[in-house]
């Protein structure tokens, strides 16, 4: 676990990273797009913001497994499909702790709306949903609609595509898979012999020497 963190923490930090800057532009987005009073519209702008927020992750999925394909291929390490979710959750983990925080609230309390404040931070961190989470109503009548935004179970799900797309891009670039224009260049194959070669190599030596 320890050399999981120091290898990885820093592609989760920027991840983090991108989300936070996404998340402020997709709320921006959704903060002008509500001014039309269309919500299509508002739909429309936080869904493209998603993409956008998606394929950033895809992209940075895909360059730390580039980066252990080698690794992998000399056989110095097992392929392991499962890093970029590891990664992609550790840099979820304070969406996570929010969402257990807004779930507590939501069933310690008569209000299905307590929790504000950790709610706040969530749609902020989150800013790319909240065109969404803002519009889609799943309940209440029409004088207390409920929407997205009010259900705490939510906020687990949509970290979700987060934790999809690391997987799929962990493992393309590992596999070297060209799926989208995120994928790293091809790179010439390494004359260097693999680590099961070398041993077979240094065995044959051994043997002409004796």
Do not use: H
């Not at 310690?108 to 790319?128: D, N």
């Not at 590992?174 to 994928?183: A, D, E, H, Q, Y």
């Amino acid at each position: 676990m320890k050399n999981f963190f120091v290898r990885y923490s820093y592609d989760s930090m920027r991840m983090l990273l991108d989300q936070v800057v996404i998340s402020i532009f997709g709320f921006s987005l959704a903060l002008a797009a509500s001014k039309t009073e269309n919500d299509t519209f508002l739909m429309g702008v936080s869904i493209g913001a998603i993409i956008f927020y998606l394929a950033l992750i895809y992209g940075a999925a895909v360059k730390v497994g580039s980066r252990d394909k080698t690794s992998v291929d000399l056989e110095r390490q097992p392929f392991r499909p499962l890093t970029g979710t590891l990664v992609s959750l550790l840099a979820n983990s304070l969406n996570l702790i929010l969402a257990v925080i807004i779930t507590v609230f939501a069933f310690t309390s008569e209000e299905i709306t307590a929790g504000g404040v950790p709610r706040a931070i969530a749609l902020l961190l989150q800013g790319m949903y909240q065109g969404l989470l803002a519009v889609i109503q799943v309940g209440g009548t029409a004088e207390a609609p409920v929407y997205l935004n009010d259900c705490w179970w939510v906020y687990f799900l949509i970290t979700v595509p987060a934790l999809l797309i690391s997987t799929v891009g962990y493992i393309a670039g590992v596999k070297g898979w060209r799926l989208t224009g995120f994928s790293p260049a091809d790179l010439p194959a390494s004359d260097r012999p693999t680590r099961k070669e070398y041993l077979e190599q240094k065995k044959e030596r051994q043997k002409k020497d004796k």
